[in-house]
């Protein structure tokens, strides 16, 4: 499975790992954008605290100069705003989660996985590995995208699910705290992703290490300081 026998845990990314990026991009992001203005409408009584992240981050953008949208009663300029950068704010992440649970809800949504991935979630399951997520969208939204998939239902393979909220996906000390979430040593962790500063900060941190190449992922720089995989069931 692995350079170490001792891997009792495998933490995924999901875009362009488990998930193809076209999906994320073209399809959750569309499907946020078009659907916000009308959710922050009809949702303003369960939205308070990610409406206090949104114009605490308006107001830092302002600060360091960004220009982003002016905005008033209404957030959807700013919010389309974040989207179009694909700024990985916490605030951002918890809305788009919301809106999607809706999409999913109403049966609008279907998510898109690797058609390795469920032959692999079922494999690591069969051999008593713990299968975690690390992505920057939420862990609501992760959990939807996982439930949804055109290949069933998948949370039941599925330990944890972390987001932003235990630090950026780019220091190591993130990947620190989920190895003490998951009562594990660093090195008993495997990490895959298809961002190498990502993989950076989990190998800083102690973790093992993939580099997910797939098609549509942009280009990373040295790829070759990682051991590479094309599909899960490399590792």
Not at 26 to 54: I, K, N, P, S
Not at 78 to 104: N, P
Not at 186 to 205: G, P
């Amino acid at each position: 499975m692995s350079d170490s026998c001792s891997t009792r845990a495998i933490l995924l990314d999901i875009e362009g790992t488990t998930t193809p990026i076209a999906f994320v991009h073209d399809v959750l992001f569309t499907y946020a954008r078009t659907h916000v203005r009308d959710y922050l409408l009809h949702h303003a009584h369960e939205l308070a605290t990610d409406v206090t992240q949104l114009r605490e981050e308006h107001a830092r953008d302002i600060a360091s100069g960004a220009q982003p949208p002016t905005i008033t009663s209404d957030l959807t300029t700013y919010v389309h705003w974040l989207i179009d950068r694909d700024r990985k704010s916490t605030g951002l992440k918890s809305l788009q989660g919301k809106i999607w649970r809706e999409g999913y809800m109403a049966g609008t949504l279907k998510s898109q996985v690797f058609t390795d991935v469920r032959p692999a979630f079922e494999h690591w399951n069969d051999d008593g590995v713990n299968i975690s997520i690390f992505s920057s969208g939420s862990a609501l939204a992760q959990q939807l995208l996982f439930a949804h998939t055109e290949d069933g239902d998948l949370t039941k393979f599925i330990s944890d699910y972390f987001d932003t909220n235990i630090g950026a996906k780019g220091e190591a000390e993130s990947y620190r705290r989920i190895a003490t979430k998951m009562n594990l040593d660093t090195n008993e962790i495997l990490f895959v992703s298809d961002v190498v500063t990502e993989l950076e900060a989990a190998m800083a941190a102690g973790m093992q290490t993939r580099l997910s190449i797939r098609p549509g992922n942009p280009p990373q720089p040295d790829p070759d300081r990682f051991q590479i995989i094309h599909t899960l069931n490399e590792i």
